[in-house]
């Protein structure tokens, strides 16, 4: 199974900071990764798909990068509302479909 | 506008079963995937279970293999969950997606979660 490693679990920022959180699979994944946010008590949400691609309306201070086994995710300029917990997940060929372990990005 | 809605969820004694129903509306439902993520109180995400469009193709999680078995009515546009033998670690919100695409493991719209409990 491939596993994926996310950090930091945690992350304080300030508005307006430029945040990078890093994803690395196990073994070469392409760029069959993507990036959901799921703020507390509600279902997660897609942000990026394919390592890169941003979901439709989808503010675009959020990006993706990377491909193989090393990932990256953005946020140019963090907004009060970004505040949540960001999750990367590979669905590179066979099951299972694995998350990493989240990172929590709190304002500081 | 799509939507999904599962019911099913409750409290229930380990090893008992119990079959959770996913309501969808808005796409061509038989044209998608489906799968159930789930996430246990104060965790992260963990994919359980997925199915083809056509219902031709299942896959499991290995913390699930043999004791869930997934399911689509696509006449109903409902997607099922069956599950039995369960177990305290199988507390957790249980999510249904749809999606993106067709079959690529990624979705991009999530019901509102519906809650199991196991617990004597």
């Known amino acids: 199974d491939i596993q994926m490693t996310q950090s930091p679990s945690s992350l304080s920022a300030s508005v307006g900071d430029r945040v990078t959180i890093t994803c690395q699979a196990s073994?070469?994944?392409?760029?069959?990764l993507s990036w959901y946010q799921q703020k507390p008590g509600k279902a997660p949400k897609l942000l990026i798909y394919d390592a890169s691609n941003l979901e439709t309306g989808v503010p675009s201070r959020f990006s993706g990068s990377g491909s193989g086994t090393d990932f990256t995710f953005t946020i140019s300029s963090l907004q009060p509302e970004d505040i949540a917990t960001y999750y990367c997940?590979?669905?590179?060929?066979?099951?299972?479909?694995?998350f990493g372990q989240g990172t929590k990005l709190v304002i500081k | 506008e799509v939507q999904l809605w599962e019911s099913g969820g409750g409290l229930v004694q380990p090893g008992g079963s119990l079959r959770l129903s996913c309501a969808a509306s808005?796409?061509?439902?038989?044209?998608?995937?489906m799968s159930w993520v789930r996430q246990a109180p104060g965790k992260g995400l963990e994919w359980v279970s997925a199915?083809?469009?056509?219902?031709?193709?299942?896959y499991y999680g290995d913390s699930v293999k043999g004791r869930f078995t997934i399911s689509r009515d696509n006449s109903k546009n409902t997607l099922y969950l069956q599950m039995s033998g369960l177990r305290a670690e199988d507390t957790a919100v249980y999510y249904c997606a749809k999606d993106k695409v067709g079959a690529t493991f990624y979705w991009d719209y999530w019901g509102q979660g519906t809650l199991v409990t196991v617990s004597s």
């Open positions: 073994q070469d994944i392409t760029n069959y």
């Open positions: 997940q590979h669905y590179d060929n066979l099951p299972p479909f694995t």
């Open positions: 808005g796409f061509t439902f038989s044209s998608y995937a």
């Open positions: 199915i083809s469009g056509i219902g031709g193709s299942a």
